[in-house]
């Protein structure tokens, strides 16, 4: 469904609009006090409804209603939103608008924020990932995650891309870990670079390729969705376009989430963007509309240059 | 714009004056270190001057007759009745045959050390088959003798306020004559424990104390220290209380170690009942004792695994405890063992706790576990610094030179340590 640009304030039915739940510090539960609204685009609290579209045609990962709360910090306000089987989102805006925020909730790295609490839902192909029940480390194992700085483990390139599936089993002896690792190095695109020395520490090597190494040690564990949070920002723009070249190959499997600051970035890799203002998603539509036919102000704006 | 001055006049006036606190600054920096370096050569010279000497102890050689009419009068040799001390008396009249008066005879004897007949006992307890045979033997002097030979006792000092007679002099220097006089290595003061005569005491007990305490105190006080350290660090809600625990480690760490000796005194002697002077109620008062300060270097060492290694972990999947013992661990393991090792080095350094639990006590016998009275080395030198006899001021520099040896080479460890499992990322 597509809503258009609503500027006028909406006067909300305030039962509609779910209270913060105040309550357990215990981030591996979230509350479920409150009924969620009936799932048709959200209500903000400055009234405004997110523009443009949230949904997609083969919806793998939901979020409905998703507040974050720091403290008393509102940081992430009725977000929802849908995100494709093997597509590319990219999530833009300001500094400190969340959307770094949402995307550690889409793999509950905001568990280890003892003051961040969670609310709303978020499924994984179906499955509420704040269930009580889901382990975050089950989860993480379906949503893999790739950091703003490279932050290879002190160990060697082949420890690296082998600690995943060590921890989790999923090699039954050294031949298939062996073909793990080797697999996961090509389909980063770094086995060439480092097929000779596996032994050195995976810190030797260059950021950009430690950075393709920290994606070949995520897709190691075969996740579902790969989330990026700023992925390039410490990389030169050869490295970088390297990385962009690989997050292509890889939406052919995975579902990405990428955060960026580079509008550029988000123009070439992905195929929708969601822009955020201070913790509110404005707006969400194809890649192609929301460059060229923003229909949001804050997004003309920010795409625009005026903001951020 | 003539009248105006410009930028670079304005900062050229003002150079001069910078240059000269610059200068000032860095002479006083210069002259705080130079005397620190001062203060620290004057200690390890003074130290080294007073204590070599005592690495050598002066031996006199006699030929001890070991008849067996004074050993074995009933034709069994009894090592726990024999008269050795005749012996060595007798052996050393033969040298000095000119000394005849009771007095005189007495005199003499206390030229040699009652070592001498210890020597004689485990010479015939390892070959009771030298009875009967004339034995040249090298025996220990009196300290007198060495503080003597080593030229700590002025001659020209009025006799009465001198340990030797001008007679015994004279004796010892007609024995020097004939070369039965010699400066050797003293083994004795690293194979013995305590002794009330200088020439025989050594810091073995003190050190084999010392090592068991140490043991006892590094086997519970990094485990524990290192457990708590990531407990409070990795896992614990940060919150009021874990405020107070913090702040209370803290204080613990300044805590007068005395307090820790009343402590062990109340709690592991009094209310539990454990052995007084033992190695292991030391061992547990310096774990105490050091506990704060390994939680602190640990917490720290664990505080500067970089953020990002923690969450590349959780971002694969792993769970905190893997977090920390795949990742963390090996990461902080450099800095929570210097952690450890200045703890330790502290501890061996300690002797005020050790005087309330009672290791202070005079102790000759060199413990072979941890419930044996014992003592430490610190309190070996506080009870030889404290002792009359001028030889043991030499002993006294000697074991803190040994003391000084075990911390430089535990720090020398921790060093070696942190730079081989120094990792960079």
Partial sequence: MTITAMTEATTDNPESVPAPVTGSGDNDSVSRDFVLPAYTGQHTELGEKTVGNVTCDDPFMIAEDVNVYYGDNHAIQHVTLEIGKKEVIALIGPSGCGKSTFLRCLNRMNDSIETARVTGRITLDGDDIYRKEQDPVALRARVGMVFQKPNPFPKSIYDNVAYGPRIHGLAVDRAELDNIVFSSLERAGLLKEVKD??????????????????????????????????????????????????????????????VTHSMQQAARVSKRVAYFHLGLLVEVDSTDTIFTNPQHKLTEDYITGRIG | MSAERSTLEKVEAGLARRRRKELLFKLTGMFATAIGVVFLGVFFATLI??????????????????????????????????????????????????????????????????????????????????????QTLWVPASSNVDMLIKGDINEQDDEALRPLSDQQIAWVRSLDEAGRVDLRFNSALFSNGDSREPELAGIKGAVMGSFYMLLVTITLSFPIGVAAAI???????????????????????????????????????????????????????????????????????????????????????????????????????????????????????????????????????????????????????????????????????????????????????????????????
């Fill in chain 2, 49 to 134: 001057a007073k204590g070599s000497s005592s690495f050598q102890q002066t031996f006199l050689k006699l030929d001890i007759e070991l008849s067996a009419a004074a050993l074995a009068p009933d034709g069994e040799l009894d090592l726990r009745y024999a008269d050795f001390d005749a012996l060595v008396r007798s052996a050393l009249r033969a040298q000095l045959p000119e000394v005849s008066s009771r007095e005189e005879r007495r005199a003499l004897n206390r030229l040699v050390s009652v070592g001498a007949s210890y020597q004689l006992r485990e010479l015939l307890a390892a070959d009771p088959g030298l009875v009967g045979t004339t």
């Fill in chain 1, 197 to 258: 020395r596996l032994d050195e520490p995976g810190t030797s090597l260059s950021g950009g390729q430690q950075q393709r190494l920290c994606i070949a040690r995520t897709i190691a564990v075969n996740p579902e969705v790969i989330l990026m949070d700023e992925p390039c920002s410490a990389l030169d723009p050869i490295a970088t376009a390297r990385i962009e070249d690989l997050m292509d190959e890889l939406s052919e499997d995975y579902a990405i989430v990428i």
């Fill in chain 2, 231 to 425: 407990y409070l660090e990795e896992f614990a809600p940060k919150n009021r209380w874990s405020d107070l625990i913090e702040v209370n480690i803290n204080n613990l760490a300044a805590v007068p170690s005395i307090v820790f000796g009343l402590l062990g005194l109340a709690v592991f002697i009094n209310w539990m009942g454990l052995p007084r002077s033992a190695a292991l109620v030391g061992g547990l008062v310096l774990t105490l004792l050091t506990l704060p300060v390994i939680i602190i270097a640990s917490r720290a060492a664990i505080k500067a695994v970089p953020p990002s290694i923690r969450e590349a972990a959780l971002g694969l999947g792993a769970s905190r405890m893997q977090v920390v013992f795949h990742h963390v661990m090996p990461l902080a393991m450099p800095g929570m063992l210097t952690g450890a090792i200045i703890g330790m080095s502290r501890a061996l350094g300690e002797s005020a706790p050790l005087l309330m639990i009672g290791m202070v006590a005079f102790i000759v016998d060199v413990p072979g576990g941890f419930t044996d009275p014992a003592t430490a080395l610190p309190v070996q030198i506080y009870l030889w610094a404290d002792s009359p006899e001028r030889a043991f001021a030499e002993r006294t520099s000697a074991a803190i030179i040994v003391l000084l040896g075990f911390l430089l080479l535990m720090n020398l460890a921790a060093v070696i340590m942190r730079k081989r499992m120094e990792r960079k990322w």
